[in-house]
T-cell receptor
């Protein structure tokens, strides 16, 4: 199973709402990622979790709050978002092979299409 | 080529021809490179990867070439098919394979003409 699943597929929320995006993988990967992708642009890294600990935060505003409850799950909690935060939010996972020469490709989920009104 | 505004560089090829998609990467310390294919409404799909200690790697119908001297990466797709139509992104990272985020290139829209 090389699948990363994300829910919901689509989300529309107001600027005062609180919502969460969910991501799940069962490949035994210990690294998980959140990316943001605007239309006709490449994905941009937001957060990296390694062994359930936040290892990279790419200066993301605090209205985005990631959480990794266990090695298979990754959440992104959203609060007080702005219309410019509307985008496709992609989750990915990979083996964490620090210092080794194994395969380290990141597997992406289908994304959550977020619209902030 | 470089994207202008919201427009992705586009490569149009005839079905059955070979395609070559190019990418210039930015970090000379990057040691791991990946090509992804992204179809409309879907997440990026892994195609092939290469480490900096190699200059060529072949997969099924695809070949990746790495030129570290000029920081250039290319993806060759043999005998392109209609299903190859998508946006192709190169991505780089520096980590030795550890948990490091990917930095993506601008992307190229590949269109297959019948």
């Amino acid at each position: 199973d090389t699948e990363v699943t994300q829910t919901p597929k689509h989300l529309v929320m107001g600027m005062t709402n609180k919502k969460s995006l969910k991501c799940e993988q069962h490949m035994g990967h210990r690294a998980m990622y959140w990316y943001k992708q605007k239309a006709k642009k490449p994905p941009e890294l937001m957060f990296v979790y390694s062994y359930e600990k936040l290892s990279i935060n790419e200066s993301v505003p605090s209205r985005f709050s990631p959480e990794c409850p266990n090695s298979s799950l990754l959440n992104l909690h959203l609060h007080a978002l702005q219309p410019e935060d509307s985008a496709l939010y992609l989750c990915a996972s990979s083996q964490d092979l620090s210092g080794t020469s194994g395969e380290a490709e990141q597997y992406f989920g289908p994304g959550t299409r977020l619209t902030v009104t | 080529g470089e994207s202008v505004g919201l427009h992705l560089p586009t490569l149009s090829v005839q079905e059955g021809d070979n395609s070559i998609i190019n990418c210039a990467y930015s970090n000379s310390a990057s040691d791991y490179f990946i090509w992804y294919k992204q179809e409309s409404g879907k997440g990026p799909q892994f195609i092939i990867d290469i480490r900096s200690n190699m200059d060529k790697r072949q997969g099924q119908r695809v070949t990746v070439l790495l030129n570290k001297t000029v920081k250039h990466l290319s993806l060759q797709i043999a005998a392109t098919q209609p299903g190859d139509s998508a946006v192709y992104f190169c991505a780089e990272s520096y980590s030795g394979g550890g948990a490091d985020g990917l930095t993506f290139g601008k992307g190229t829209h590949l269109i297959i003409q019948p």
